[in-house]
């Protein structure tokens, strides 16, 4: 079936705005995960949701962020008042993984690349 | 189809060894790779990020290393410390006309006893 998409795959914004950025997970995948990716650096986890299980919102860089997540379904992260600081690829990836099991392989959608003037 | 492997699957040493963590993958077409660690029911940590054309990266007591032509990749930590203790998780990324599709080995599970 269809891998994760993601939308949009573009956003440009004013400092100061505040954005949606939507992960459409692989269908029946419990695990989703949402990274964030600066230019030239490596991917930093964001937010991690399994099945109806709470969140692990350890990764997120200040109350700015959220997401949220439906069910086994579409995901949202919202940037609220944007920095520059934020500019970066936003990925979302999502797995069969169970119980925390890491056996599954995590498949990214194809992000979105945020920029923030 | 990529496959990356990762040995030993757990490891036990005592705090103040160094050790290395071995990452092999099947196809050398990577455009990255990248380790990663996992705490117990947490997210992942990126710790090191290779692009294809490097051989190798360091941070603090981490250096990690990369062979493409053999498909090899070793994660080497100095000087190990009880909080060190994490599964650790190399993942390659294939080549950008593939998607970003990122390929995750099983881990290894290291403890570092005090």
Known sequence: GAGVSQSPSNKVTEKGKDVELRCDPISGHTALYWYRQRLGQGLEFLIYFQGNSAPDKSGLPSDRFSAERTGESVSTLTIQRTQQEDSAVYLCASSSSRGGSLQETQYFGPGTRLLVL | ?114
């Open chain 2, 1 to 114: 189809k990529q496959e990356v492997t990762q040995i030993p699957a757990a490891l036990s040493v005592p705090e103040g060894e160094n050790l290395v963590l071995n990452c092999s993958f099947t196809d050398s077409a990577i455009y990255n790779l990248q380790w990663f660690r996992q705490d117990p029911g947490k997210g992942l940590t990126s710790l090191l990020l290779i692009q294809s054309s490097q051989r190798e990266q360091t941070s603090g007591r981490l250096n990690a290393s990369l062979d493409k032509s053999s498909g090899r990749s070793t994660l080497y930590i100095a000087a190990s410390q009880p909080g060190d203790s994490a599964t650790y998780l190399c993942a390659v990324r294939t080549v950008p006309t593939g998607g970003f599709k990122t390929i995750f080995g099983a881990g290894t599970r290291l403890f570092v006893k005090a």
